[in-house]
């Protein structure tokens, strides 16, 4: 059995290296819809709540044989059900498409990028006590667009860029008691955003030093994650022949992001340049103030969900059948404030609908029995809204949970392959702009019996 000691060591080395590769990622993303606000969202679930089309307040593993054990930050109230050590990682790879009717154009971008990284203990697996900590990007803001027009017989492009994100490293603690999951996640949100606007004359008569005027804003702030699921018995069967018992649960969830109050400082720079090969050239600071205090007011989330699901026991375990749930979320972004100043941004929501099916645990006659199945789909109100015609935001998902090793090996380990494949679209024909994308994410969750004592030397 391994020592606690280099299993510290190692567990801790995976973590901060993967966490450094994390939060120092380059999105390779152009859209003009993660200019507002604090850029665009992460959907910020797991692989498996990717895969049923964002499930996951109501959604749970850990706790039947054939799922496995993933850290559903969604709703900390699950970390309750950790039955081992478990290491969980999610990569994303994302192709968008933007379309402009006025002017006409199209746009592709393809990016890759690490979606979360987690690691949850059982701290006392009798009583239902479990910890989870880890790291995950919130958002991103990554932008270029260019404006030209004609001013005073000369050509004028105007270029805004923009860059940074919200980031969260998060630890969290759920308990349970009899069919009471309760649990919350706590921890720092920080991050930047670097906005700049240039412009540059074009003119073959008459020579112009383009300008810059550009504002570079640092925050940071602690959050407060509260989540619940309440789960009970709607019947129950028993076959006699196969001496299997199988019981039909409901779920029910909630979770919520309460409201913050992020403290920022802010520099900002108004100067002309010009380019050259090592890069732009500073010819004159028209003003430079650094360290201006103040506040981003960040809104609250509610979600809340149920979940019908079915196992089934015999000799040789209890399995996860199938499962199917719905669940709506709602933000406050009319509440969000930037240094006191509001954004076009309005209210959102989202409702999700996801299932999952395992065909044959029970048997455990081939491997493709053992996979994990998902399906999902979602509907809802984006919280971007340039033209006031709001942005509708739909899409559907599929997805496996993929087993590594077969059921009779699971003595010491449970590594299991979360697979998602998501596809959406914000916008409609009354939106001057619309993004298509497609998303792929794969979930390690990598689990292992550790920390245990050894009964002989």
Not at 39 to 52: E, K, P, T, V
Not at 160 to 189: D, H, M, P, R
Not at 267 to 292: H, L
Not at 365 to 378: D, H, I
Request: aromatic share 14%.
């Amino acid at each position: 059995m391994r020592s606690v000691s280099s299993t510290l060591i190692r567990l801790s080395l995976c973590f901060l290296v993967t966490g450094f590769t994390l939060l120092n990622a380059n999105a390779q993303e152009n859209s003009p819809f993660t200019r507002y606000g604090l850029g665009d969202f992460y959907n910020g679930s797991h692989a498996i709540s990717r895969a049923m089309g964002g499930l996951g307040v109501a959604y749970s593993d850990g706790t039947n044989n054939n799922v496995g054990q993933a850290i559903n930050f969604m709703n900390p109230a699950t970390y309750s059900n950790f039955f081992m050590v478990s290491y969980d990682l999610g990569l994303t790879i994302d192709t968008r498409n933007l379309r402009s009717e006025n002017p006409a154009g199209k746009f592709r971008s393809n990016y890759f990028y690490p979606s979360y990284l987690g690691v949850g203990l059982p701290l006392n697996r009798l009583k239902g006590l479990g910890l989870a900590f880890g790291l995950r990007p919130l958002s991103r803001i990554s932008y270029s667009v260019v404006n030209r027009e004609r001013v005073a017989g000369d050509s004028l492009a105007t270029i805004y860029e923009g860059s940074g994100g919200l980031n969260q490293a998060y630890v969290g603690i759920g308990k349970k008691w009899k069919n009471l999951s309760v649990g919350f996640n706590t921890g720092f949100n920080f991050g930047r955003r670097e906005i700049s606007t240039k412009k540059i004359f074009i003119s073959d008569s008459t020579f112009y030093y383009q300008s810059n005027s550009s504002t570079l804003t640092n925050f940071n702030g602690l959050f407060f994650n509260p989540g619940f699921q309440y789960e009970f018995s709607v019947g129950k069967k028993v076959n006699e022949q196969t001496k299997t018992t199988s019981n039909y649960m409901v779920r029910l969830g909630g979770s919520a992001m309460l409201a913050q109050g992020l403290s920022a400082s802010q520099d900002q720079k108004r100067e002309t340049y010009t380019e050259s090969q090592a890069g732009d050239i500073t010819i004159d600071s028209v003003s430079y103030v650094d360290g201006i205090k103040g506040t981003i007011q960040m809104p609250s989330t509610y979600s809340g969900g149920i979940t019908l699901h079915k196992t089934a026991s015999n000799n040789r375990g209890t399995f996860e059948m199938w499962s199917i749930g719905a669940e709506y979320t709602t933000t406050q972004w009319n509440k969000y404030r930037f240094y006191n100043q509001t954004d076009q941004l309005v209210n959102s929501w989202q409702l999700k609908i996801g299932a999952q099916l395992c065909p044959d645990p029970l048997a455990g006659r081939s491997y493709w029995s053992n996979v994990n199945y998902r399906v999902g789909a979602f509907i809802g109100k984006d919280y971007v809204d340039v033209d006031g015609n709001g942005l509708k935001h739909i899409g559907f998902s599929v997805g496996a949970g993929l087993p590594i090793k077969k059921w009779n090996n699971y003595d010491r380990q449970f590594t299991v392959l979360n697979t998602a494949l998501q596809f959406g679209k914000r916008g409609s024909g009354v939106n001057n702009i619309t993004e298509s994308y497609v998303q792929f994410t794969l979930g390690i969750s990598l689990t292992d019996v550790w920390f245990q004592k050894r009964r002989y030397d």
